[in-house]
């Protein structure tokens, strides 16, 4: 088994313990709930639009330190980016997550899955992998129906 | 327990023991030695299991039988003629007779197998509840129970127009007499209320809440999920009216558990489940059922695991329930202290009363990060809600931590605990 520190990396403990960008926006353009059955951890993403780039994010909730870390991580690097970059970062995140095909991302969008690096080590721990996607999920709800809708699943 | 008394027991099982296993000391047996006879252990040799409030492990014993039976004995039950299915029938029904032994009920007719304690309950909301209840009566519940024994009943109530009423816990988080009592109504038909609480380890005061629920004319069924491998249970000295129990928490095989019911109340009941083995006679128009405990097995039973549990029990009798009472208490206790001295660890209250189980909050760390630590450590719990978020949220909290007692478990396996919890208390620490 691998050094547990893999997993809770010193960025992750951080983030875990003060997490950013933890608050609600007052009139979030997009935001939606996750919620995880298995564990009971809940979450929710607010987002605001202008047009087609994300100027704010932030979340509420509670959660394990790697789904707050996550929540954390993702609510800063998708500050400034399109709709499509934060979709490109989920769908690239996943895959390093999940362990499937990698994707390759654009040279801009390099640094932001470089901050995302610290929370691939749920890969070795396969009932943790909805912990680090939890949070993007309810993006991509957030994105999709934009209002509060049910809460999402994290399959 | 010796070769020559397991032997008796089975006398066709193949495997040798070995002569030293679990041999009795002081306090009736020594769980590290009794450790050689659960395979798991052997395969495992480091594991700290702490978890068998979800499963129990199985002794050499259970799964040897099982397959003992399948190689000598299988057919199937209560149909053929030929010698081998009257001789797996005889099985089958001498399993019953152990669970008869194993509860004290008056009657081997009162025992009735099912798949789990969960199919037990919704066995008497499904059967019972509807032919005895009306809309407006009251089931009484507690704030200790577990989902399998809320949810049956809201079904009830969304299909019958039942109350599901919930008594309240005292500031010991032990169950509120008073308060329980208070809630017992002219309407209240059924109090349904657990044992020893799975998320706390709280003992409830069976004798108590069925002597009060009897005074109103309720009936009791009791959720003996937890209290089974740690208790010897006497459902007459108890008074219950129904006792559910699973088997794979008294380490035996999953899939098959029991209902007890006090046979004049199972008689009066009707059938939940139609198919074979629950019939007299059967025409287009009409059926004829059997009587109790036939008539609530419909299809082919879970013949091996019956058999199988009844040689878990042989094994819980063998090291003897006043030993295994004993140690899970002793343990307990010692559980208790070792945990209390650990900064920040916020053990749930379990009233006058704990047994087997170790509930806690660490300092706000979530349990699944602390059950993370304490699996790289080769410590096994549960963690999160335990299938008792009622109870979860009367404590404020969104789920514990949680190690559960067995008779393999002792003082160094508490102490293994420790020792991860400190490094998870060490790791969060904010």
Known sequence: MMDLRELYQDIILDHGRHP??????????????????????RVTIYLSLDGDQITDAAFQGRGCAISTAAASLMTEVLKGKTVEEARTLFAQFHARVTGDEPIVLPESLAEEAERLEPLTGVKAYPARVKCATLSWHALEAALKGGGPGAPIKTE | MTTASLRSVYPAAPTPLSPESGRGLGRGFD???????FPIFVNNPDLVF?????????????????????????????RGVYRLSARSTELFEEAREKMRGFLNAADSREIVFVRNTTESINLVAQSWGPAFL??????????????????????????????????????????????????????TRLVAITHVANATGAVVPIETVVRLAHQRGAKVLVDGSQAAPRLPVDVQALGCDFYALTGHKVYGPTGIGVLYGRYDLLLAMPPWQGGGEMILHVTFDKTEYQEPPHRFEAGTPDIAGAIGLGAAVDFIEELGRDNILAHEEALTGYGVDRLSHIPG?????????????????????????????????RVAVRAGHHCAQPLMEWFGLPGTTRASLGVYNDERDIDRLAEAVEVAREMFAR
């Open chain 2, 50 to 78: 702490l978890d068998s409030g979800a499963s129990a492990q199985k002794p050499r014993s259970v799964i040897d039988r099982i397959a003992d039976y399948y190689r000598t004995d299988y057919a199937n039950v209560h």
């Open chain 2, 134 to 187: 009306k809309s407006g009566d009251e089931v009484l519940i507690s704030v200790l129970e577990h989902h399998s024994n809320i949810v049956p009943w809201q079904l009830l109530r969304d299909r019958i127009g039942i109350r599901l009423v919930v008594a309240p816990l005292d500031a010991t988080g032990g169950l509120d007499l008073a308060g329980f009592e208070a809630r017992l109504s002219q309407r």
């Open chain 1, 20 to 41: 950013r960008n933890f608050r609600t926006i007052e009139q979030p353009t997009h935001f939606a709930q996750g919620h995880n059955p298995l564990c009971g951890d």
């Open chain 2, 345 to 377: 660890l916020r053990l749930l209250d379990a009233g006058q009363r704990r047994l087997g189980i170790l509930s806690f909050d660490l300092g706000g760390v979530h349990p699944h990060d602390v059950a993370q630590v304490l699996d790289q450590r």
């Open chain 2, 31 to 37: 769980p590290r030695v009794l450790r050689r006879e």
